[in-house]
């Protein structure tokens, strides 16, 4: 089965969160189950200058403001998938994010950076851009490809189908109605029943209302987004379309996430040999100035410092968990407020409380290996990856029960299958009540360990997750 997956970004290269673990790794297990699988990708400097063998398939232009777009097909170092790459300078070439300038402001042109990749999808997937290979599946990744699937609707010679994944519905990709002529549709494309979002336009509507399959990154999130509470203010459109909308677990890349051979790691371990685990959280200790207290249990967070994940909740946990010999380092970005909090945590508690603004692959891989536990509180979680990584590391992870946290994450008190910590309400007695549990567990070296052993055992490999998106490719 011929397919097209098609992303913003791609670890290691351009990564702002777990959508890039996915187009990293997924593509990669679809290749290993037998798909001719390739992917489309925007050209920006860190995927341009990484490339390898790049090969010109096409030129076009003028195209979306840039006045010659060029599709190079290529490889990615470390990646066997071949990779097809927008080269449109004018649109791409640029210091910054992917999305946001340095200053964190949004490119004023978004609109058309991402309306060209959806377009470049939906003219592929009509077999008019490379003759030597057609998908049949085009597997869009959230909003900034959500256009692909309009484009393929509109596309009347188009036969392949559509399969739109949503990573995070509360990210939508809106741009003022006014700018819908920019996109070369037809006009019956901006009514409610197409782009139209309360007199915007909406990408994510997009591949919402014009997939042929929907998916999510979990079950429990694929349930949730069709309710007001979880919904975006897209939930009607999720249950109009119900039929065609599932949740498929995201994966862990064992060659990336494993403590037995994870070089980022002050030593290996395994589930049979736990001592390097002691020696990771003796450096984690050492490197962020906490006291080097063995018996002390320390919570690390790898999160966008931002009230969806719940930051403001564990602020306001903080002092009693301290209060119990807690140990807390975080790291990441985001609200300034939120930012500015922690850092205030952190000089008021020297040698208890750690942070670092900002976002760093090594020292994520050094947090999750050395922790005891792993915090994702989140008030919505489509997925989480943390977690799971935790679960890989022996970090047990402490959650709040929604989303893919729900599907992953067994509570302690759940008996001989419990493999972390979890609580239901958003609020702060909700998640002290928590961490005085955990605190207390750690306490018990014999059940820690067991919680621990039983973590270290889940299997949410991509192997798995890639023969159920097969499954729906079949289907659509």
């Known amino acids: ?32 189950a037998g798909a001719d699988v390739r ?49 449109a300078p004018y649109l791409y070439r640029r ?27 939906g003219q592929m997937a009509a077999g008019e851009i490379d003759p030597g290979w057609e998908p049949e599946i085009v597997h869009a990744h959230d909003w900034h490809a959500g256009l692909a ?6 596309h009347p010679a188009t036969t392949a189908k559509s399969v739109f994944t949503i990573h995070n519905l509360a990210f939508q990709g809106l741009f003022p109605g006014a700018e819908f002529g920019h996109l070369g549709l037809p006009p019956r494309y901006m009514r409610p029943q197409g782009l139209e979002f309360y007199e915007q336009l909406s990408f994510m509507k997009a591949g919402l209302m014009y997939a042929d399959r929907i998916t999510t990154v979990s079950p429990t999130y694929a349930q949730e987004i069709a309710t007001p509470e979880f919904g975006s203010g897209l939930d009607g459109v999720i249950r109009q379309r119900a039929d065609v909308v599932s949740g498929i677990l995201n994966g862990v890349d064992p060659e990336v996430w494993s403590p037995a051979t994870d070089p980022l790691l002050a030593a290996p371990y395994d589930a049979a040999h736990l001592a390097g685990k002691a020696r990771c959280k003796a450096a984690l200790q050492a490197e ?9 249990p320390l919570f690390c967070i790898v999160s966008r410092l931002t009230a969806q994940k719940g930051l403001d909740l564990v602020l306001a946990a903080l002092p009693a968990a301290l209060q119990a010999g807690a140990q807390f380092v975080v790291q990441g970005t985001g609200d300034a407020a939120l930012e500015a909090a922690f850092g205030a945590a952190a000089q008021t508690h020297p040698g208890r409380v750690a942070v670092f603004l900002g976002y760093d692959e090594d020292r994520a891989h050094r947090l999750i290996g050395g922790a005891d536990a792993i915090m994702v509180p989140s008030r919505f979680e489509p997925c989480g990856l943390t977690q799971l990584y935790g679960l890989r590391y022996g970090t047990l992870p402490l959650v709040r029960r929604v989303g893919g946290l729900a599907d992953t994450v067994v509570d302690a008190d759940a008996g001989e299958h419990g493999t972390g910590f979890a609580f239901g309400e958003a609020s702060v007695p909700a998640l002290e009540a928590t961490l005085r549990r955990a605190i207390d567990t750690f306490r018990q070296p014999a059940r820690w360990a067991a919680l621990v052993q039983r973590a270290m055992a889940q299997d949410f490999s991509w192997r798995e997750a890639a023969q159920k998106y097969l499954a729906l490719y079949r289907l659509a």
Not at 44 to 69: E, K, S, Y
Not at 107 to 115: C, G, P, V
Not at 149 to 154: G, I, K
């Open 1 to 32: 089965m011929r397919v097209l997956q098609v992303a913003s970004e791609i670890f290691p290269l351009v990564k702002t969160g777990g959508l890039a673990d996915v187009m990293g790794a997924l593509p990669q297990a679809l290749q290993a």
């Open 39 to 87: 992917l489309l990708l925007p050209g920006l400097p860190a995927i341009l200058d990484a490339a390898l063998d790049r090969q010109p398939v096409c030129t076009m232009g003028p195209l979306f403001g840039a006045g010659r777009v060029t599709l190079v097909r290529a490889r990615l170092p470390g990646n066997p998938v071949p990779a097809y790459l927008i080269e």
């Open 95 to 121: 210091p910054g994010g992917p999305y946001q300038a340095a200053d964190g402001a949004a490119w004023s042109d978004n609109l058309q950076r991402f309306a060209l990749l959806g377009w470049m999808a």
């Open 149 to 154: 699937c309009a484009y393929m609707s509109a």
């Open 288 to 296: 962020f100035g906490l006291a080097p207290h063995a018996d002390a």
